[in-house]
């Protein structure tokens, strides 16, 4: 565990680390290039897919728990990016999201990514994770829900936009 080339896996899912593979490179060209994505995400990317890749990378070298996966389906195409990641300008909240191509959506992929790193993470000692959604993003916001995330209402603390947060807390240990 914590390596940077770990694998998650579930039932249906491979989470791995992006590459930059020309074959990875150009499906996240695609998906960050697609408005109906990024319109929620506050924009495309600014800088090139293979930084963006390197900053993945260190994102997981900073802290095991933490890490940004390409979502591979059984087809072996990638889904989209799942990221467990500290939220910027906070005190420690650790920020779980999902960014899936169109062609993924409805599949309940995002759900079942998250699930598995979330489990990974709280395994890990995580104590909880926050989701930060857009308003009007219906479908992350019933991600949210389907994960059991316990609103926090809207809040402009971590982004300088107004955005829904959520919460899940690990399960308490019983001894």
Not at 65 to 87: E, S
Not at 128 to 140: I, K, L, M, Q, W
Not at 151 to 164: I, S, T
């Amino acid at each position: 565990m914590g390596r940077a080339d770990e694998v998650v896996c579930t039932e249906r899912l491979r989470l791995r680390p992006w590459s930059t593979s020309p074959a990875d490179l150009a499906r996240l060209e695609d998906l960050y290039g697609r408005n109906e994505v990024t319109r929620w995400l506050g924009g495309p990317p600014t800088v090139s897919m293979a930084e963006l890749v390197t900053r993945w990378h260190a994102v997981h070298e900073a802290d095991e728990c933490y890490g940004c996966w390409a979502v591979q389906r059984p087809d072996g195409v990638p889904a989209g990016t799942l990221l467990l990641k500290p939220l910027p300008h906070g005190v420690g909240e650790v920020e779980i999201g999902w960014h899936l191509h169109p062609d993924s959506w409805g599949q309940g992929y995002a759900t079942e990514a998250a699930r598995a790193v979330i489990d990974r993470a709280f395994g890990l000692g995580l104590p909880e994770v926050y989701a930060v959604v857009r308003p009007g993003n219906d479908r992350s916001l019933a991600v949210c829900r389907r994960l059991g995330m316990a609103p926090l209402g809207r809040m402009r603390h971590w982004y300088d936009v107004e955005l829904e947060a959520f919460r899940l807390m690990a399960p308490a240990v019983v001894e």
